[in-house]
């Protein structure tokens, strides 16, 4: 009993908590509304019931769990236990390590959401047992996680890894950020989408009319039952956006050399479709292509579990 903790997602709109063991199974699962905007105290006692249900239902108490650990947005201090600065929930300088710790009396880790889905990976996914791991995530934006000898990697103020800001067009496309030609503008499954939006408009012969009925109903599922109809446009589309997913790989691998990149959001779903691009410019454009290690490619295999998974595996110490 004594190897299992819980693992919290704290999200914007839900909040999930699991009891995860040894082999990062979860046992069972709690979800709540997230109930913004209110005091962060309010969401803390949410989270300490939640954990609360999970002990009282497994027929445990707080003293039998290892510990507690929780993925959170925002830039998060962990050695300090301390969300430095969370806009979405418009908290600043939040001790929510500590809060947690009072209200529970057991150990409480917490992490930045991006990064603890990359440790779940890491841990217990697609990247389980290799020494290094860089995981990129594909959704409204490009998030990533990167985990070097067994530890997550934020920079020195815990607001590294922020993959999807970093500049692959000079004065491109602007950013939330405040940069132009971020990454994300360009390879985000969001980019994709607004993408093909675009194009449709110019293309009428084109199957996504038929698939989404207008460019306001497009969304990335489509654009690939498109491309695997061998539509025109949406080969293009693929093309064009994979190149840019692809340009990034190359970056970050050029510069980290993991054992394994391990592609997630919905659109990894693709698995090969992705994949293979990726490994073909990694191939041609890796400054280590004539070394005979290499970087493998793979697929998140946790999805929407692999924050909760990361954030019990972090209360492991
Ligand atoms: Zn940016």
Same mark, same amino acid.
């Given at each position: 009993m004594k190897n299992l903790t819980i693992g919290i997602d704290l999200g914007g709109t839900t909040i !999930?908590?699991?009891?995860?063991d040894g082999e990062g199974h979860i046992l069972?699962?709690? !979800?709540?509304? &997230?109930?913004?905007?209110?005091?962060?105290?309010?969401?803390?006692? &949410?989270?300490?019931?939640?954990?609360?249900?999970?002990?009282?239902?497994?027929?445990?108490?707080?003293? #039998?769990?290892?510990? %507690?650990? *929780?993925?959170? =947005?925002?830039?998060? #201090?962990g050695e300090c236990g301390i969300v430095?600065?969370?806009? @979405?929930?418009?908290?600043?300088?939040? =001790?929510?390590? $500590?809060?947690?710790?009072?209200l529970l009396g057991c150990p409480v880790r917490i992490e930045n959401d991006a990064n603890a889905a990359a440790y779940?990976?890491?841990?217990?996914?697609?990247? $389980?047992?290799?020494?290094?791991a860089v995981v990129v995530t594909l959704g409204t934006g490009v998030g990533g996680g990167i985990i070097l000898d067994g530890r997550i990697w934020a920079g020195f103020n815990g607001a590294?890894?922020?993959?999807?800001?970093?500049? *692959? %067009?000079? #004065?491109?496309?602007?950013? !939330?950020?405040?940069?132009? /030609?971020?990454?994300?503008?360009?390879?985000s499954a969001a980019a994709l989408v607004r993408f093909g939006a675009e194009a449709m408009k110019s293309h009428p012969e084109s199957a996504l009319w038929r698939l989404a009925g207008s460019p306001e109903a497009l969304n990335a599922k489509k654009i690939f039952d498109a491309y695997h109809e061998g539509d025109a446009l949406a080969r293009q589309l693929f093309e064009d956006w994979i190149g840019y997913v692809s340009c /990034?790989?190359?970056?970050?691998? @050029?510069?980290?050399?993991?054992? %394994? %990149?391990? *592609?997630?959001?919905?659109v990894s779903r693709q698995g090969e479709v992705l994949?293979?691009?990726?490994? +073909?410019?990694?191939?041609?454009?890796?400054?280590?292509?004539?070394l005979t290690r290499h970087t493998e490619v793979r697929s998140c295999v946790l999805y929407n579990?692999?924050?909760?998974?990361?954030?019990?595996?972090?209360? +492991?110490?």
């Open positions: !999930t908590a699991g009891l995860v069972a699962q709690k !979800t709540c509304p &997230t109930a913004l905007p209110r005091p962060a105290s309010e969401v803390e006692a &949410t989270m300490a019931r939640m954990c609360g249900e999970l002990v009282s239902q497994a027929g445990m108490e707080f003293k #039998d769990l290892k510990g %507690v650990g *929780i993925g959170t =947005p925002g830039s998060v #201090d430095r600065f969370n806009p @979405n929930f418009g908290y600043e300088h939040w =001790p929510l390590a $500590k809060a947690m710790e009072e779940g990976e890491y841990c217990a996914g697609a990247a $389980k047992g290799r020494s290094s590294g890894a922020e993959v999807g800001h970093t500049v *692959i %067009v000079k #004065d491109g496309l602007p950013c !939330t950020c405040g940069r132009h /030609g971020c990454w994300e503008r360009y390879a /990034g790989v190359v970056n970050l691998v @050029n510069i980290f050399q993991p054992e %394994v %990149v391990c *592609i997630g959001g919905g994949l293979e691009p990726i490994r +073909r410019a990694l191939k041609e454009e890796n400054y280590a292509r004539n579990e692999a924050g909760l998974i990361g954030a019990a595996y972090l209360a +492991r110490g």
